[in-house]
């Protein structure tokens, strides 16, 4: 039987250890590495024919399965996803549409000088009890092609992030996506899932409109929750060949400081640090509390403030431009300590609360409320006391 030149491509390189590169039917490299610990490559999905990379062009890959619009379902994780510029961020309100204009111009070919969008969201769960709503909360989203419930997540098969090309990015043509998936799993009897449809408009800006969706018992007046899509994030994106990951045990940066730091080895836009970077901070501060004739010293740590440290930022948040909050100041704890004569040294909460992510580079801007008080609850003549950032390095899930 004659064989076709991807055959041959995978009976040769099926016998190395080193991997391979082949490009999809869109000219994107697509990197095959050994399966396990053994010396062969899966090419299974090339040699019939998948492309291996685009979500919506080859639903029989397990990897990469199909999902609404046209994703392009690479793995952020692996580096394949890069120049991630920010384009929009802000609130979304999923009651109304949504009119995004973007930070830079898109151009008349929009965005064509990238592969295309890349979308973060995540899900607003609200409680609804016999018809009536209650308690609204966030849901982070958790990609899973095994549709496995996790607890405290919202598990979609639909590739996330969302990644839209920008070939698709023509004036007047919706975009659905639809969050696929086996959701919480409430075990309701209704169940529909939440989406939205993206329309990028002859004025250069994006509407968004969103589909509620549900899980409840099916009554007339329905138990259970409702979800909605909201959109948090949408940056540009393009892909490349995979790249080495940084191992943990390399630090990107060490030493002291409340603004700038640079990160050495991390490339421009992060391909390389794994699963994202993980954030440490002095543990502990003094302070001086000022008397009418004498000054006194103390101290207190992040554990005692509620401040819980290291701090993760996931590698799908490291987008050029972006700021992000750092710390979860619906945690924070204020403290107080008697000072004998002196009344009370009171930290009472979170001034600024920021990161903001630059090229190899980011931004620290956190700041804690502090000062002096008579009965340790008001705080007299507040100033600010800067957290010092000692350590970054990528990390592992």
Do not use: C
């Amino acid at each position: 039987m004659a064989e076709n030149a991807l055959t041959k491509v995978a009976r040769i390189a099926a016998g190395s250890a080193m991997g391979a590169i082949l490009k999809d039917k869109d000219g994107n490299d697509k990197i095959v590495k050994p399966d396990g610990d053994a010396n062969y490559l899966d090419l299974r999905d090339i040699v019939a024919g998948g492309s291996g990379t685009g979500g919506g062009d080859n639903p029989e890959n397990p990897d990469n399965p199909s999902a609404g619009a046209d994703y392009y379902a690479g793995s952020l994780a692996d580096g394949e996803i890069t120049e991630r510029n920010l384009e929009w961020s802000g609130t979304d309100d999923p009651t109304k549409d949504l009119t995004v204009t973007f930070k830079d111009d898109p151009g008349s070919k929009p965005f064509g000088q990238y592969t295309g969008l890349t979308f973060l969201a995540h899900i607003q769960k609200t409680v609804v009890t016999a018809g009536v709503k209650g308690a609204v909360s966030k849901i982070e989203l958790n990609y899973d092609t095994k549709n496995t419930p996790k607890s405290g997540y919202y598990t979609t098969t639909s590739p996330y992030p969302f990644y839209i090309k920008s070939s698709d990015l023509v004036a007047g043509k919706k975009l659905t996506i639809t969050i696929n998936g086996i959701g919480e799993n409430l075990g309701g009897k209704s169940i529909k899932e939440p989406s939205i449809d993206l329309t990028y408009n002859a004025d250069r800006t994006m509407t968004i409109v969103h589909t509620q969706g549900h899980e409840n018992d099916g009554a007339e007046k329905p138990t259970g929750s409702t979800y909605d899509l909201v959109i948090d994030t949408i940056a540009t994106f393009s892909t490349q060949a995979a790249v080495a990951q940084l191992p943990s045990s390399i630090n990107l940066f060490t030493g002291s400081t409340t603004d700038d730091a640079a990160l050495a080895g991390a490339s421009d836009y992060y391909e390389n640090v794994m699963d994202g970077i993980k954030l440490t901070f002095e543990p502990e501060y003094t302070y001086t509390a000022h008397g009418a004739t004498s000054t006194k010293n103390g101290t207190f740590t992040l554990e005692e403030l509620g401040l819980v440290q290291p701090v993760f930022i996931k590698k799908e948040e490291l987008i050029e431009g972006l700021s992000l909050n750092v710390f979860d100041e619906s945690k924070f704890k204020t403290y107080s300590k008697f000072l004998g004569g002196m009344g009370y040294y009171m930290v009472s909460g979170l001034n600024t609360n920021k990161i903001s992510i630059g090229k190899s580079s980011i931004n620290i801007d956190i700041t804690l409320n502090v000062g002096e008080s008579d009965s340790g609850t008001d705080l007299k003549y507040p100033r600010q006391m800067s957290l010092k950032l000692t350590n970054i390095s990528p990390y592992k899930k």
